[in-house]
């Protein structure tokens, strides 16, 4: 599958909702459990800055493929955090940019030392850094992709459907980047290969895990993909990654699941 | 999302203006002289150096700061077509050349690109949110001469103002976000003032730090050495000698100084 890297800017656009009637959310307001969800989904997309800090202390940038489609998706992302807090504020909940500097302060050392973590380790590996980089970004793109389709689906609300669908329409095309990007950077070479799949085995976690609480990851993952068709939906993930070069049997969305208690 | 009062960066990240190819008239655009090709190949390569200087913002206390990254993420969006728009130009003038790195300048880069953000993010932390002050003074410097470079670009050559004249829209934003953002920070705290004032002090010339001076100095030759420039020049140092602790700084015009010795040196 190859990523044509200009129509992907060209297109690029912002997510929209104001066409979408959410006003009735006032009337028929989400129940708690999918709220709570919908606000650790909105940290997590503003906190992608935070992401892409962390990349570009690496030697995943500098190429202008690879800057243009991080220009775009940060800013994709953002307005993915800025379309779930209207979403919030439609029920009562308000996401502000005091909030979000006060969450980021409290992560303290551990979040203002991993752009040093990163560059250190990326000095050190060298290049095939990059394609670890590359294969974690498809893994949490797809999740995130997943995450909003079951969402939508849970929810069942028509507006909340269509925001999620266009939503998880933008994450599909971030997959497409990241995937393409991987295969290209593993195939042909073991070495990156055995240190893409150390890292996801030993060091991946689902996307948010280092912001947000664990209480509040085990809720999303059972909220989400818990039962028989959110296990569904993880195994097909698992799948996508296990067709990439060298990754082949890995099952760390499933493995992540059981670790959690998440039933199937 | 709720904003405080001054420039409203939730209205800016909503109304993001962006050039596109499609809507020059490109053809109009062909057969520029030469120092006008030079400067906006110089002006481009500055544009998509964006990310690098995210990412020198990032590592920094200045990543919590959801207001200003909430600005840097469109500021990068525009900055970006910006830089579209200029290859366009130049790809219309069969204009190739790029100003390579001298070999202090790869040295140089391959310093900023693999250790500067880990001693930046150390160092920077420790000295806490006071450094923000710092970096948005030079964010206003960065983009004053921008601003000013593309007017009096589009002064000598009358032909760009439609690629132009949206740009010094844009560019004027910026400064105004900047301005208010400089404004706050530098009268916060005296550490905060101290690193702002030295910030300004160690300031350089966007996109002189890996090129050869030979790429550079022909292009601010062309764009400032006329003295008629010099009342524009005063007019954007005014706005950095206007924040507080920052009286009767005129860093702009002792960059151009600066360059202009060492050019009568070189010749």
Redesign the interface.
């Known amino acids: 599958m190859a990523f044509d890297i200009d129509k992907f ?2 297109d690029s656009v912002r997510v929209n909702w104001e066409d979408l009637d959410l006003d009735n959310f006032r009337e028929n307001p989400l129940p708690p459990e999918s709220i709570r969800t919908l606000r650790y989904m909105c940290d997590v997309e ?1 906190h992608t ?2 992401y ?2 962390d990349m ?2 690496t ?1 995943s ?2 190429e202008g493929e690879v ?2 489609f ?3 998706w ?2 994709e992302e ?1 307005w993915h955090g ?1 379309a779930l ?1 209207h979403v919030l504020s439609l029920h009562g909940v ?5 909030q ?2 006060d969450r ?2 409290k992560l303290g ?1 551990r979040d ?2 991993a ?2 973590k990163q ?2 380790l990326s ?1 050190i590996v060298g290049k095939d850094f990059v394609a670890v980089h590359m294969l974690w970004g498809a893994a949490n793109e797809w999740s995130a992709a997943a995450a909003y389709k079951r969402l939508g689906v849970l929810e069942g609300h028509p507006s909340l459907a269509e925001l999620l669908r266009r939503i998880a329409a933008q994450e599909s095309r971030h997959v497409a980047f990241y995937a393409t990007q991987a295969k290209a950077r593993l195939a042909g070479n073991p070495k990156a290969q055995k240190l893409a799949r150390f890292a996801l085995k030993n060091a991946w976690a689902p996307v948010g895990s280092g912001i947000m609480t664990d209480d509040e990851v085990t809720h999303v993952m059972g909220h989400l993909f818990g039962g028989a068709e959110g296990r569904k939906e993880i195994n097909a993930i698992d799948r996508h990654i296990g067709r990439l070069p060298g990754m082949e049997g890995l099952t760390i969305f499933a493995d992540a699941l059981d670790a959690r208690g998440v039933a199937a | 999302m709720s904003d405080s009062a001054g420039f409203d960066v939730r209205s800016y990240t909503r109304t993001p203006r962006s050039l596109r190819r499609k809507d020059l008239d490109l053809a109009a655009l062909q057969g520029l002289g030469t120092n006008t090709l030079l400067t906006l190949r110089h002006l481009q390569q500055v544009e998509r150096g964006t990310l690098r200087l995210m990412r020198d913002l990032l590592v920094t206390p200045t990543h919590a700061e959801s207001r200003v990254t909430a600005f840097l993420t469109t500021w990068a969006y525009e900055e970006y077509w910006i830089a579209d728009a200029l290859e366009a130009v130049l790809d219309e003038n069969n204009h190739t050349e790029v100003a390579h790195s001298t070999k202090l300048g790869e040295l140089r880069r391959s310093w900023d690109d693999r250790v500067s953000p880990t001693a930046d993010a150390i160092r920077t932390n420790l000295l806490g949110s006071d450094i923000v002050a710092g970096h948005m003074a030079v964010g206003l410097l960065d983009s004053l001469v921008a601003r000013a470079s593309y007017a009096r670009a589009g002064q000598l050559e009358p032909r760009l103002g439609a690629v132009i004249d949206p740009i010094v829209a844009i560019k004027d934003r910026h400064v105004e976000f900047y301005v208010d953002e400089a404004s706050d920070r530098l009268a916060a705290s005296p550490a905060a003032g101290r690193l702002g004032r030295r910030a300004v002090r160690t300031w350089r010339w966007p996109g002189s730090r890996y090129g050869a001076p030979g790429y550079v100095q022909p292009v601010l030759r062309y764009l400032f050495a006329d003295p008629s420039v010099r009342a524009d020049i005063d007019a954007a140092d005014s706005q950095v000698a206007a924040l507080p602790g920052l009286a009767g700084a005129h860093p702009i015009r002792q960059a151009l100084g600066r360059f202009a010795s060492r050019g009568a040196r070189h010749r």
């Open positions: 800017t060209q503003y800055v935070c892409l800090r570009l202390v030697r940038h500098g800057n243009a991080m220009t775009m940060n800013r953002f800025e807090a308000t996401v502000n940019y005091d979000l500097k980021r302060v050392w203002r030392l752009p040093v560059s250190l000095n």
